[in-house]
C-alpha cells in the first residue's frame, strides 16, 4: 500500500518541482482541471496590465510596430510549434480551435479533391470532441462529402483501408477517456491509404510530447486555454506541414493573412506558408496572456522538458489510478482512461452507474476540482507543472470520503449548472 | 475666421463634455485615430485585471457559472444592439469583423440560393475594405457566384436594379474617405431588386445612429476596437434579422453555437435566433474590456445618446473641414470626405499630390495622431466621447505649422514602418 509519505518523498525529489512557483495556485483547492482551463501564470497579471495600460492606454496604435503586435501571431506560435515538434514559422496562434479547425478541414478537403478526387469521405471518431464533428459535418454537408464517424479507435485502420477516406480528423487524445492515440502509426497508415491526417491537440499540446513533423502529420489545431495556461478562451493554434501550407487558401481569407495587410489591395494575395492562415485583426489581450502561459510549459525545457513533464504526469496519473483502486475500489468506479501508457494522455476518468455528477460536485465542495462530462464520466486532469504526488494522495482521500460517507448523496450536488 | 476662444467656448457648452473623463487619455496626444483603435477607457484595467485574478486566477472554471462567463457574448451583443437599433437577444459578441463576415455572407448565399436561386452576384464597393472583399472573393469562388464590384456609391442602384443581385454588401461608412451610405435607402433598393442587403458597422457603431430593423437591414457585422473602444483585436460582433436567424445554419458550426453546448452531443443541433452564430470558446479576456468598451458610449445615453453624439461629431468634423480650408488652403489638401453631413462619418480624410504619409508621421511625432492610408490618404477620426474642439484647433494649428515650416520634407518622416 502507498502511503502518503512516500508521496510527500516523490515530490521531494522531484526534479519540476519548482515550476509550481509560477503558478498563482487558488488557496485551499487541488486543481485536477487544467485539461479544461490551465492555472494563472504569476507572469499573466503584470503582461496583461501592461498591454492594456502602456501598450493600448499609451502608445495605443503605435504599439502595431512599437510593441510588435503584428508579429505576435507568428511569435506565439513560434514558441508552441517548440513544444509539438513544428519549425519556426510554420504555425500561428489565432482565432480559436473550431474556427482554426474549419480552416484546415477545409484547405485539407480542397487539396484531397485535387489530389484524389475519388475520395470523398472524411473520417473521424464519434466521441471527438462535439465542435471538431460539427465543423466537419458542416463542411461535408456544403461540399458533397460524407463525415463518417468510427464508435472506437481500433477501427480507423480498417476503415482507412477502404480507400475512399480523403481526411483523417482525430482528436490525439480523447477529450472523455483520455485515451492516446499513437500519432506516427495512425498517420502512416493514413499515408498509405492516400488519407491526409489532422490532428486536434486540444489535450495533448503541452501535456505530451508531439512531434508533427516526424510523426507524419499534415495538419493540426489545438487549444491554448488547457494544458497551454492561456486563460479562458485563450487563442488556439494552426499548424500545417509546409509541403501543403502554400498550396491554396483557406476560406477564411482575411486582411492578417494577406501578403500585404496595409497595402489595403482589393485583391487577395495570400502570405508565404502559414501566415495566409491568419485571418482577423487578434485579439490583443488574449493572445499576450496565451504568450505568459506557453512560456510556463518553455520554462521545462532546461529540466528535460515535454519528456520530464511526461514522465512526471504518466507518475501522477499512474499514482491516482493505483490510489483509487486501493481506498476507492469497492465504490463501482470504473476507469475508462487506458492503464497502457502509450495509450494514455494527461487525465485520468472513472465512468459510474450513479452519481458521477454529484460525486464531482462534493468533490468540488471540499476545493477538489475535476469535472463532469455527460452521461456518467468524472474527468481529473493532471498537470505536471503544477501538481504534487502529495496534492494527489489528498484528493484521493477526499474522493474515499464522498464515497464512503454517501455525502454526494446530500441533494445540493444534485442540482445542474447552466455549465457543468 | 474661427478662433481658439470659440472652440473653448465650445467645449464649455458641450452638454457631452463630461463622458472625456471616462478615459485614460495619452499625456500630450490630440488622438484622432478612434476610427483605428478607440482610446482605453478607464474602467478597463480594473475589470481586465478581475477577469485575470479573480475570475480565471481564483475561481478558474467555476467561472463559467459564478462569473456567467457564459452569457458573456450575449450580454455584451445586448449593449451593442442598442446602439445599432437592434432588439435584445437579436447580436452576440464574437470572433473577429472578418470571420463574422464569412458567417452572415455564407448565411445571406445559402438563402439567396434558396429563394432566389438565379441571382448568382454579391455585389459591393471597389473601396470597400479589404478584408470583407477577400472573404466575399473566397466564399463567391468556393460556391460559382460573381463578386461584382462597382467603382462608385452611385453606380449600385444601377446594378441593383439588373436583378442578378443575390446579397449586396456594403460597409456604411467608407474607411478610407469616411463616405456614409443611407442605409435606409440602400436597404430599400435591395429589397425592392430582391437582393439581402448585409451592412458592416466598423466605422458607424458607436460613431453615429443606426437603425438596422427600422432601416430594413438583413444582416450586420462590426468591430469593437475602433468607436466601441475595446481594445486591439476586440472580438466583433454579429447580428441577423430575426427573420433569417433561424432559416440556416452558419458553416462555423463550433460547440458555442450549439443548442445545449454542454450536452456534448455529436450530432450539431443549432442553437435557437443568433446564438447559432457563436462558434468556438470566446477570448474572455478581450471580451471583457470590449464590455467596458461598449459601456463608454452607453455613458452617452442619459445625455442624449447616439443622436448627441453624432451632432457633436459633425460639429467636430464641420470645425476640421473649416479650419483647414481656412488655415492650411494653399496647400493642397483635397478633402476627399463628403461636405453634406447625410454623407458624412465621424472622419475627415485628405489626399494630397505628395508627403501624405510624411505628414501624417510629422503630426504623430507632434503628438497629432492620424493615420496613413495608400497611397495618398491623410485619415483623421474623430471620437466625439473624448474629443474638444479647442483639440480640432490645436491639431489643426500644428497640421499649418508641419505644412507652412515644410518639417514634413525631414527625411525621417518618409520612413516607413511594418504597420502605417
Same mark, same amino acid.
Not at 477538489?368 to 504526488?389: H, K, N
Given at each position: 500500500m502507498t502511503t502518503r509519505e512516500e508521496c510527500l518523498s516523490l515530490d521531494a525529489e522531484d526534479p519540476l518541482a519548482s515550476l509550481r512557483d509560477r503558478f498563482e495556485l487558488p488557496a485551499g483547492k487541488i486543481y485536477l482541471d487544467g485539461n479544461s482551463l490551465g492555472v494563472l501564470p504569476k507572469a499573466t497579471p503584470?503582461?496583461?496590465?501592461?498591454?492594456?495600460?502602456?501598450?493600448?492606454?499609451?502608445?495605443?496604435?503605435?504599439?502595431?510596430?512599437?510593441?510588435?503586435?503584428?508579429?505576435?501571431?507568428?511569435?506565439?506560435?513560434?514558441?508552441?510549434?517548440?513544444?509539438?515538434?513544428?519549425?519556426?514559422?510554420?504555425?500561428?496562434?489565432?482565432?480559436?480551435?473550431s474556427v482554426n479547425l474549419f480552416k484546415v478541414l477545409s484547405a485539407a478537403m480542397t487539396i484531397a479533391r485535387e489530389d484524389a478526387p475519388g475520395?470523398?469521405?472524411?473520417?473521424?471518431?464519434?466521441?471527438?470532441?462535439?465542435?471538431?464533428?460539427?465543423? !466537419?459535418?458542416?463542411?461535408?454537408?456544403?461540399?458533397?462529402?460524407?463525415?463518417?464517424? $468510427?464508435? @472506437? %479507435? *481500433?477501427?480507423? +485502420?480498417?476503415?482507412?483501408?477502404?480507400?475512399?477516406?480523403?481526411?483523417?480528423?482525430?482528436?490525439?487524445?480523447?477529450?472523455?477517456?483520455?485515451?492516446?492515440?499513437?500519432?506516427?502509426?495512425?498517420?502512416?497508415?493514413?499515408?498509405?491509404?492516400g488519407t491526409l491526417a489532422l490532428w486536434d491537440l486540444a489535450h495533448s499540446a503541452g501535456a505530451l510530447p508531439v512531434n508533427l513533423d516526424r510523426d507524419g502529420a499534415d495538419f493540426a489545431v489545438g487549444c491554448g486555454y488547457k494544458y497551454l495556461n492561456g486563460g479562458p478562451g485563450a487563442p488556439a493554434f494552426v499548424w500545417v506541414h509546409p509541403r501543403h501550407a502554400e498550396r491554396f487558401w483557406q476560406p477564411l481569407a482575411g486582411w492578417m493573412g494577406h501578403a500585404a495587410p496595409f497595402a489595403f489591395d482589393p485583391a487577395y494575395?495570400?502570405?508565404?506558408?502559414?501566415?495566409?492562415?491568419?485571418?482577423?485583426?487578434? !485579439?490583443?489581450?488574449?493572445?499576450?496572456?496565451?504568450?505568459?502561459?506557453?512560456?510556463? $510549459?518553455? @520554462? %521545462? *525545457?532546461?529540466? +528535460?522538458?515535454?519528456?520530464?513533464?511526461r514522465a512526471k504526469s504518466l507518475a501522477l496519473t499512474d499514482l491516482f489510478i493505483a490510489l483509487v483502486q486501493e481506498r476507492c475500489g469497492s465504490h463501482g468506479l470504473e476507469c475508462i482512461t487506458p492503464s497502457e501508457h502509450a495509450l494514455r494522455g494527461s487525465q485520468v476518468s472513472f465512468a459510474r452507474a450513479e452519481g458521477s455528477y454529484a460525486i464531482v460536485q462534493a468533490l468540488i465542495a471540499r476545493g477538489?476540482?475535476?469535472?463532469?462530462?455527460?452521461?456518467?464520466?468524472?474527468?481529473?486532469?493532471?498537470?505536471?507543472?503544477?501538481?504534487?504526488?502529495a496534492d494527489v494522495w489528498d484528493a484521493v482521500e477526499h474522493l474515499r470520503d464522498v464515497l464512503d460517507s454517501g455525502q454526494w448523496r446530500d441533494p445540493r450536488f444534485h442540482r445542474q449548472a447552466a455549465v457543468t
Open positions: 503584470a503582461r496583461v496590465a501592461e498591454v492594456v495600460r502602456l501598450e493600448w492606454g499609451e502608445h495605443l496604435i503605435e504599439s502595431w510596430n512599437t510593441a510588435s503586435w503584428i508579429e505576435l501571431p507568428q511569435r506565439v506560435g513560434d514558441k508552441i510549434a517548440r513544444l509539438v515538434g513544428a519549425a519556426p514559422g510554420e504555425m500561428v496562434a489565432a482565432d480559436s480551435t475520395k470523398r469521405c472524411i473520417l473521424s471518431e464519434r466521441g471527438n470532441f462535439p465542435t471538431d464533428l460539427y465543423i !466537419a459535418e458542416a463542411l461535408a454537408r456544403e461540399r458533397g462529402f460524407e463525415l463518417v464517424l $468510427v464508435g @472506437a %479507435a *481500433e477501427d480507423i +485502420g480498417h476503415r482507412l483501408a477502404q480507400g475512399n477516406v480523403a481526411v483523417l480528423m482525430l482528436t490525439q487524445v480523447d477529450f472523455k477517456s483520455g485515451r492516446l492515440h499513437d500519432m506516427a502509426a495512425v498517420s502512416r497508415a493514413a499515408r498509405a491509404a494575395r495570400p502570405a508565404p506558408g502559414i501566415a495566409r492562415y491568419l485571418c482577423g485583426t487578434p !485579439a490583443l489581450l488574449s493572445l499576450a496572456a496565451l504568450e505568459c502561459g506557453v512560456d510556463t $510549459v518553455l @520554462a %521545462a *525545457e532546461p529540466l +528535460g522538458g515535454m519528456a520530464a513533464l477538489v476540482v475535476g469535472d463532469f462530462r455527460a452521461p456518467d464520466v468524472m474527468r481529473f486532469g493532471f498537470t505536471p507543472l503544477y501538481l504534487r504526488f
